[in-house]
């Protein structure tokens, strides 16, 4: 079956541009949770969406904001973009929340 | 600071040696999972470990749980170079995510 899909696959804005990212969930798959990878700080969890609920919410800013939407696809949206943002955001998969979760390719933001 | 703790930060063995990284973690957990990322590519995932389990293998992986220490191990044996990847481990924390540590990198050399 398709794997999870992200799109773009690169992006680059300026700040205080916004940005919209874009899942699509493996078939079957009603939890999806992105994250932001950066040198940094790492592997840092946004939130995580169960049949269009967002259900839990990491330590961002609310200029990150996200939806589900009744097929299960995502979108991820920053408002008001910083040079800070410039991250590769991962969007993953889950038939729950805590189980195995199945990675898209993700999307490299460049904010200049 | 994270639930899952990776050691060591880094990591170069040369080819067919073995490696292994640990991982400790702070509050009980149900399972903890090990995932491999290529650079610059997404996470994927290589075994999942149960709390009731304390040690699982996955061909040429070994992954060991000791929940009294809260800490778990990965080995790579008879590493490749296509091994090379950073590894990381997540942890089901409280809620409904995954959090996973700061991750091994893992430089196998030819």
């Known amino acids: 079956k398709a794997g999870v899909t992200q799109t773009p696959r690169y992006l680059i804005k300026t700040r205080g541009q916004q940005v919209t990212l874009s899942c699509s969930p493996i078939s079957g798959h009603r939890s999806v949770s992105w994250y932001q990878q950066t040198p940094g700080q790492g592997l840092q969890f946004l939130f995580e969406?169960?049949?269009?609920?967002?259900?839990n919410k990491g330590n961002f800013p609310g200029r990150f904001s996200g939806r589900q939407f009744s097929n299960s696809r995502s979108e991820m949206n920053v408002s008001t973009l910083e040079l800070g943002d410039s991250a590769l955001y991962l969007c993953?998969?889950?038939?729950?929340?805590?189980?195995?979760?199945?990675f898209g390719a993700g999307t490299r933001l460049s904010v200049l | 600071s994270q639930q899952g703790e990776e050691d060591p930060q880094a990591l170069s063995i040369q080819e067919g040696e073995n490696a292994t990284m640990n991982c400790s973690y702070k509050?009980?957990?149900?399972?903890l999972q090990w995932y491999r990322q290529n650079s610059g590519r997404g996470l994927v995932h290589l075994i999942l470990?149960?709390?009731?389990?304390r040690e699982k293998h996955s061909g040429r992986l070994r992954v060991t749980l000791d929940t009294s220490k809260k800490s778990s191990s990965l080995l790579i044996t008879a590493s490749r170079a296509a091994d090379t990847a950073s590894y990381f481990c997540a942890t089901d924390a409280a809620g409904n995510k995954l959090t996973f540590g700061g991750g091994t990198r893992v430089l196998v050399k030819p």
């Open positions: 993953a998969s889950s038939l729950a929340a805590k189980n195995i979760q199945y």
């Open positions: 470990i149960r709390s009731n389990e």
């Open positions: 969406y169960f049949s269009e609920t967002q259900r």
């Open positions: 509050t009980s957990i149900n399972n």
